[in-house]
């Protein structure tokens, strides 16, 4: 474990030297976050803080990832194979969450940017071509289950199960980026359970690349804590949702992934929640506000107790998908 998290130290200073260049740039750019009227009022006054500091993220685990790999990527070993996966996730969906951002603060839908359908159609499109090369490139198609020695082969069925499980929480991080510090504290310690449970496994280079992922998320943090200089965006969350994903599935332990993203399955789940009981209470709500930290905001919590107490959960629902994991 000693060069991993050396390597998320030098992560973390790669990345945080260059955040406060980036803020002053994207402020030239006037390139800050539209808030939605249907928010608590309280959050209006993060308008015009700089967005897309998901690049902040993504550019030195791009870095540092293709410089350990270089050789492995040119000689097209298995390891360079494997580790492109992740890192074309990284890259593809932090592409689409900025066209996302930059549709939101200068496109004609200002405040909402691309469209559900038009998001959902590219991350289902990407989500096909990444579960296919799980599949046929990586000979992904088993499943890991607790107490059970050996994983199951679930052939063909692989395919639809990736890409909903990288499109769900590809999602669903996204809809947790909506209170300052709380997607990314949530995404590191995802990405360091699963560093710990591909340790176990010895699959180095996954070890490297999730330790890499949460020292730039560390980084981000720096600029992210409350009250933020800096969001993430689309360009951060749909990245980081996609590629834990992906980090699970290549580990095999992808049925962990619910409860060692639990935090972000109840923010999902508070959404289509709240959507299905309105359309079919032709009004009714079961929650003040959806996503649900939003819900414990209108309830009294600070955005510091919200932000605290959910990544509290998610650091003990990780630990115990850790433990399952090694069951």
């Known amino acids: 474990m000693a060069w991993p998290l050396t390597l998320g130290t030098i992560s973390f200073f790669l990345a945080v030297i260059w955040g406060a260049p980036l803020i002053r740039l994207l402020k030239a750019y006037s390139l800050g976050k539209q ?78 940017g ?15 071509v990444i579960a296919c090369a799980l599949h046929f490139v990586l000979d992904l198609r088993s499943i890991a289950l607790p107490l059970v020695p050996t994983k199951i082969d679930i052939g063909l069925l692989y395919i639809p199960i990736a890409m909903f499980f990288i499109v769900g929480f590809s999602n669903a ?7 300052d510090s709380l997607a990314g504290w949530t995404s590191a310690i995802a990405f360091a359970c699963y560093g710990v449970i591909a340790y176990l ?4 280079y996954l070890v490297v690349f999730c330790f890499t992922m949460v020292g730039a998320l560390l980084a981000f943090l720096w600029y992210n804590a409350h009250p933020a200089e800096l969001f993430m965006g689309d360009t951060g969350a749909l990245a980081l949702g996609a590629t834990l994903a992906v980090v699970a599935l290549m580990t095999g332990q992808w049925l962990l992934l619910p409860l060692i993203g ?45 932000v605290q107490r959910f990544w509290l959960v998610a650091l003990l629902a990780g630990m115990l998908g850790i433990a399952l994991a090694l069951v």
């Open 114 to 128: 691309l469209s559900a359908r038009q998001k959902f159609l590219v991350q289902g499109v990407l989500a096909f």
């Open 35 to 112: 808030i939605r009227i249907d928010e608590p009022t309280k959050h209006r006054v993060k308008t015009g803080t700089p967005t897309m500091g998901g690049i902040m993220i993504i550019g030195p685990v791009l870095i540092i990832t293709v410089g350990l790999n270089l050789a492995a990527l040119m000689g097209n070993t298995l390891i360079g194979r494997s580790i492109l996966v992740p890192m074309g996730t990284l890259l593809t969906f932090g592409i689409l969450g900025a066209l996302d951002d930059l549709a939101g603060i200068r496109g004609a839908r200002k405040g909402e």
């Open 201 to 204: 496994q010895g699959q180095a």
């Open 262 to 306: 639990l935090v972000f399955v109840a923010e999902a789940l508070s959404v289509i929640i709240q959507v299905a009981y309105f359309k079919w209470t032709r009004g009714k709500r079961v929650f003040k506000m959806a996503p649900l930290h939003l819900h414990f905001e209108l309830l009294g919590w600070s955005e510091t107790q919200v």
């Open 173 to 179: 991080v996204n809809l947790t980026d909506g209170l």
